[in-house]
């Protein structure tokens, strides 16, 4: 069945995705570039490229090139060594004219750097060369607007990584610089001294990678001196992206243009794509749910009651949402008296009241408590003010303010996850999401516990088994059941099956449905949070995602390019 599926998955690749084809079109896998920035501000350029080619006589890179951006030392190689660089290149040539050879062409804008395919099959091929004056000289920093790679190539790359350097070794990092990139998917920052910028999706004809950097006065010293800011080169760069510094209607409407442009030019291989993984993804819950029937229910705490590595397991297949141990923590300071439930009254507009449940602060249960559980706490006294209670509005200026501390919390907790499951040797390799394939099978025991209590607790109602054995350990089952989303259902089918814990319950019921709550607010405004800062660092030039618009006023590459 899998053979037979794999086989239609790529007879449809074949005939609606062009740019899967193997047969009569060329293909580009990867090009690495490394860029080496001169005490002058020139640049030493390699471009690695790896691809198939199987049809044309030659590859070609056109370059925007201002009369000040002179190009040399000009030099291509493949697997058997160099290619003579000829002073006249001739685009009309024979493949076998060109065959070995590189050399420039000039053109309107600029020049294009050009050397034979030389032999078709799979091929890979360094370019190297010099650009003079590429970094200017501004008032404020040193810096330039470079694009790497070229929209409107026909023959696009799959992967594309930059890394920029400086030539004396001083190292470029977020103290000294500031980089933004434009055009395609991926991320652009500062990676062992230097700046790397790469894609996390193949490139369209739509994109571009263009990357914008400036450095501090003082590291350069420029041959090519500008009148003017570099923050008029940043100004123009932004326009049409998703920087906030240029926050204009007619921005937001240029971004939507480019993204619809992309998307409309992606729409059949996205199709594709989003076909497999959604296939992939049914056939990975069914094989999980198969591995939940084989092993049956499980009516106990698992995972020896590390709730921690139930968490981290749960995240890893799937079964727990992100943060979902901030809810659990949270009720079980509720069970553990450290906190305790108020209904209070607020008198809100018009005179209309509304009720509230805010959370007391009873103090600590050192005799009772775990780390995680003091932690946790140490954080809600944070939150509470003088007064000891936690409201609403004090909890989502807290978690906004202080993001990082309920952040660590939750890496605390995973960290403590991770480190049982290592102990316990459950993994083969580690992944998120995991496969099942990825367990030992002492995994495959800890993975089945987990998912046994779940689906045990889901079914509690249906099954004919009852005895007293849940009754003592219902408020952690309760616990289990908040970390899986459960608990509201589960907290309802104790109620029918107990009705002597009824009275417990429905004062319990409230503690969960504060704990969640709380634990919303917490998460959303941290969330909130770290996506502002995030931008925020993305936008002062700190690094992060790309934008996919912006990126005018470039120099360096153009557009086109490709082989022919």
């Given at each position: 069945?899998?053979?037979k599926?794999?086989?239609?998955?790529?007879?449809?690749?074949?005939?609606?995705?062009?740019?899967?084809?193997?047969?009569?079109a060329?293909?580009?896998?990867?090009?690495?570039?490394?860029?080496?920035?001169?005490?002058?501000?020139?640049?030493?350029i390699?471009?690695?490229?790896?691809?198939?080619?199987?049809?044309?006589?030659?590859?070609?890179?056109?370059?925007?090139?201002?009369?000040?951006?002179?190009i040399?030392?000009?030099?291509?190689?493949?697997?058997?060594?160099?290619?003579?660089?000829?002073?006249?290149?001739?685009i009309?040539?024979?493949?076998?004219?060109?065959a070995?050879?590189?050399?420039?062409?000039?053109t309107?804008?600029g020049?294009?750097?050009?050397?034979?395919?030389?032999?078709?099959?799979?091929?890979?091929?360094a370019?190297?060369?010099?650009?003079?004056?590429?970094?200017?000289g501004?008032?404020?920093?040193?810096?330039?607007?470079?694009?790497?790679?070229?929209?409107?190539?026909?023959?696009?790359?799959?992967?594309?990584?930059?890394?920029i350097?400086?030539?004396?070794?001083?190292?470029?990092?977020?103290?000294n610089?500031d980089?933004?990139?434009?055009g395609?998917?991926?991320?652009?920052?500062?990676e062992?001294?230097?700046?790397?910028?790469?894609?996390?999706?193949?490139?369209?004809?739509?994109?571009?990678?263009?990357?914008?950097f400036?450095?501090?006065?003082?590291?350069?010293?420029?041959?090519?001196?500008k009148?003017?800011?570099?923050?008029?080169?940043?100004k123009?760069?932004?326009?049409?992206?998703?920087?906030?510094?240029?926050?204009?209607?007619?921005?937001d409407?240029?971004?939507?243009?480019?993204?619809?442009t992309?998307?409309l030019?992606?729409?059949?291989?996205?199709?594709?794509?989003?076909w497999?993984?959604?296939?992939k993804?049914?056939?990975?819950?069914?094989r999980?749910?198969?591995?939940s029937?084989?092993?049956?229910?499980?009516?106990?705490?698992?995972?020896?009651?590390?709730?921690?590595?139930?968490?981290?397991?749960?995240?890893?297949?799937?079964?727990?949402?992100?943060?979902?141990?901030?809810?659990?923590g949270?009720?079980?300071?509720?069970?553990?008296?450290?906190?305790?439930?108020?209904?209070?009254?607020?008198?809100?507009?018009?005179?209309?009241?509304?009720?509230?449940?805010?959370?007391?602060?009873?103090?600590?249960?050192?005799?009772?408590m775990?780390?995680?559980?003091?932690?946790?706490?140490?954080?809600?006294?944070?939150?509470?003010?003088?007064?000891?209670?936690?409201?609403?509005?004090?909890?989502?200026?807290?978690?906004?303010?202080?993001?990082?501390?309920?952040?660590?919390?939750?890496?605390?907790?995973?960290?403590a996850?991770?480190?049982?499951?290592?102990?316990?040797?459950?993994?083969?390799?580690?992944?998120?999401?995991?496969k099942?394939?990825?367990?030992?099978?002492s995994?495959?025991?800890?993975?089945g516990?987990?998912?046994?209590?779940?689906?045990?607790?889901?079914?509690?109602?249906?099954?004919?088994?009852?005895?007293?054995?849940?009754i003592?350990?219902?408020?952690?089952?309760?616990?289990?059941a908040?970390?899986f989303?459960i608990?509201?259902?589960?907290?309802?089918?104790m109620?029918?099956?107990?009705?002597e814990?009824?009275?417990?319950?429905n004062?319990?019921?409230?503690?969960?449905?504060?704990?969640?709550?709380?634990?919303?607010?917490?998460?959303r405004?941290?969330?909130?949070?770290?996506?502002q800062?995030?931008?925020?660092?993305?936008?002062?030039?700190?690094?992060?995602?790309?934008?996919?618009?912006?990126g005018?006023?470039?120099?360096?590459?153009?557009?086109?390019g490709?082989?022919?």
């Amino acid at each position: 069945m899998g053979k037979k599926l794999s086989s239609i998955i790529l007879c449809v690749a074949l005939l609606f995705v062009p740019q899967f084809l193997v047969f009569g079109a060329n293909q580009v896998n990867t090009i690495d570039i490394q860029a080496v920035i001169q005490e002058d501000g020139s640049m030493n350029i390699t471009q690695n490229w790896k691809g198939r080619f199987d049809e044309g006589t030659e590859i070609y890179i056109p370059m925007k090139a201002p009369d000040y951006l002179t190009i040399s030392n000009l030099v291509v190689s493949d697997e058997n060594g160099s290619y003579e660089t000829v002073d006249d290149w001739n685009i009309n040539w024979s493949f076998e004219e060109k065959a070995r050879k590189c050399g420039i062409h000039p053109t309107d804008s600029g020049y294009e750097i050009c050397f034979g395919i030389s032999e078709y099959g799979q091929n890979s091929y360094a370019i190297e060369y010099t650009l003079d004056n590429v970094v200017g000289g501004y008032s404020d920093k040193d810096g330039v607007n470079f694009r790497f790679v070229n929209d409107e190539m026909n023959t696009t790359p799959t992967d594309v990584k930059v890394e920029i350097c400086l030539a004396d070794g001083t190292p470029i990092s977020d103290e000294n610089a500031d980089v933004w990139g434009f055009g395609f998917s991926g991320q652009v920052g500062f990676e062992n001294g230097s700046i790397l910028a790469y894609t996390n999706n193949p490139i369209s004809k739509e994109n571009h990678v263009t990357v914008l950097f400036a450095l501090d006065k003082g590291i350069l010293t420029p041959s090519r001196q500008k009148d003017g800011t570099f923050e008029e080169v940043k100004k123009t760069a932004f326009e049409g992206s998703d920087y906030d510094n240029i926050g204009s209607e007619g921005n937001d409407v240029s971004i939507i243009t480019a993204m619809v442009t992309m998307l409309l030019s992606l729409v059949v291989p996205l199709g594709v794509i989003f076909w497999i993984l959604r296939i992939k993804k049914k056939r990975a819950e069914q094989r999980l749910k198969k591995f939940s029937e084989e092993f049956g229910y499980f009516r106990d705490i698992p995972n020896d009651g590390n709730l921690n590595a139930t968490y981290t397991l749960g995240k890893m297949f799937n079964m727990c949402e992100d943060g979902a141990i901030l809810a659990s923590g949270m009720l079980r300071l509720i069970q553990l008296g450290c906190l305790s439930p108020e209904e209070t009254q607020e008198v809100g507009f018009m005179g209309k009241t509304k009720e509230m449940v805010n959370l007391r602060l009873m103090g600590n249960q050192p005799d009772k408590m775990n780390e995680y559980d003091e932690y946790l706490y140490t954080i809600l006294e944070g939150a509470a003010g003088s007064d000891g209670i936690l409201q609403e509005r004090e909890l989502e200026r807290y978690a906004r303010q202080n993001d990082k501390f309920l952040r660590s919390f939750l890496k605390k907790c995973d960290n403590a996850g991770t480190t049982y499951l290592s102990e316990k040797h459950c993994l083969k390799r580690w992944h998120i999401p995991a496969k099942l394939t990825d367990l030992t099978p002492s995994g495959e025991q800890e993975l089945g516990e987990m998912m046994g209590l779940k689906r045990y607790l889901q079914d509690f109602s249906l099954i004919a088994e009852r005895g007293v054995k849940e009754i003592p350990i219902w408020r952690e089952l309760l616990t289990y059941a908040m970390l899986f989303g459960i608990a509201d259902q589960v907290a309802e089918q104790m109620r029918e099956l107990y009705p002597e814990l009824s009275p417990q319950l429905n004062d319990y019921t409230q503690s969960m449905s504060t704990a969640y709550a709380y634990h919303y607010l917490l998460y959303r405004n941290m969330i909130h949070a770290e996506q502002q800062r995030e931008q925020e660092k993305r936008s002062g030039g700190g690094g992060g995602f790309a934008s996919l618009g912006g990126g005018g006023g470039f120099i360096g590459g153009g557009s086109g390019g490709g082989t022919r």
